[in-house]
């Protein structure tokens, strides 16, 4: 079963347990790992796992969180032998660095006996996980499809710049993909940019090299589209094309708030997500609590209209 929800009913649901006091003594030990804050996104997931570690271990006494944090696949994978067999944890709160190459070295963790939760990038085996907490990617695709193709009256080019090979970027690929479908919108080209400003940047840059005229922009992420922004500028080109990210960066939540007609719109993928998992998570090994399958966070489209509602400007991306 899939249980969806927005991240304010999320909170209300329960999830965000009160202290508690009484529990079983016995010591319970989480290991989270995470990539490294690289870049925006990360930075605030980093961030919200921390406030998670904090908060858990005042209200679950006999509760222990491990976090450790990857630059790469090698570097993750090593981390995850040595959560079991040196931090001997019982439960782990992944979110791998990339599906297909993570998803043996989580399987052992599987198979070792302990409770896995999978958060973002699925795994390519989805059966080794007990939970899946992650933002709603296909919704993803088909919400910045909807808008871009209403903007566009369904016809002009555009250009699409992906993140890194992961089984969430093919779903919202897929889905954006599947909405334009019997349009006239004609997809000039299409490039990974891994979810980095500086990779967003250079493709970008390709593509203002190679095509005279875009009308628009689908950077999927809101690092990339900073990246987009900057080679669209330099290129003196801003006044031809718009450009739609995701995430909910504050930067582009304040564009969007400004009626920046380069940024029209963002789509909410709240780096959240980590402390989410790692609360029902915790909540299900110390209270022993049911769970359901997956917890999926709906994709909000952030408009000048309800922007000022989605924009927290202390907060870390």
């Known amino acids: 079963m899939t249980f969806r929800f927005g991240l304010a009913a999320a909170l209300a649901a329960g999830l965000m347990v009160a202290p508690v006091t009484g529990w079983a003594q016995q010591k319970i030990k989480m290991g989270v790992s995470i990539p490294a804050a690289t870049h925006g996104w990360a930075g605030g997931l980093n961030w919200h796992a921390q406030q998670a570690e ?10 222990d969180v491990v976090i450790v944090t990857a630059r790469d696949v090698g570097r993750q994978a090593n981390d995850l032998e040595d959560l079991v067999s040196v931090q001997r944890i019982d439960a782990l709160v992944i979110l791998p660095f990339e599906s297909a190459p993570m998803t043996d ?9 302990k409770f896995v939760t999978v958060v973002d990038r699925g795994l390519t085996d989805p059966s080794i996980q007990d939970l899946y907490v992650a933002g709603n990617n296909p919704q993803m695709g088909e919400v910045s499809a909807r808008f871009m193709k209403e903007k566009m009256g369904g016809k002009g080019d ?11 970027d093919n779903q919202r690929v897929d889905a954006f993909m599947k909405e ?14 891994n979810w980095n400003r500086d990779d967003g940047f250079k493709v970008m840059q390709d593509f203002l090299s190679r095509f005279p005229k ?12 900073l990246g987009v922004i900057e080679a669209v500028k330099q290129a003196g080109r801003e006044k031809e094309m718009f ?14 708030m400004d ?9 909410l993928y709240p780096p959240a997500m980590i402390a989410e998992a790692m609360e029902i998570t915790a909540k299900h090994l110390v209270e022993k609590a049911p769970i ?4 999926i966070i709906e994709a909000t489209l952030v408009t000048p209209e309800n922007a000022a509602k989605y924009y927290y400007p202390d907060s870390p991306f």
């Open 54 to 63: 904090k908060r858990l271990e005042k209200q679950y006494p006999n509760l």
């Open 105 to 113: 070295p989580v399987r052992a963790v599987k198979q070792a006996g």
């Open 158 to 168: 555009i250009v699409v710049l992906r993140g890194i090979p992961t089984v969430i």
């Open 180 to 193: 334009i479908e019997g349009t006239q919108i004609k997809v000039l080209g299409m490039q990974y940019a």
């Open 214 to 225: 875009i009308d628009a922009v689908w950077a999927q992420d809101d690092d990339i589209a």
């Open 243 to 256: 450009i739609l990210g995701g995430a909910g960066m504050k930067d582009m939540i304040k564009r969007v």
């Open 259 to 267: 009626k920046d007609v380069l940024v029209p719109a963002d789509v």
């Open 292 to 295: 359901q399958k997956e917890y």
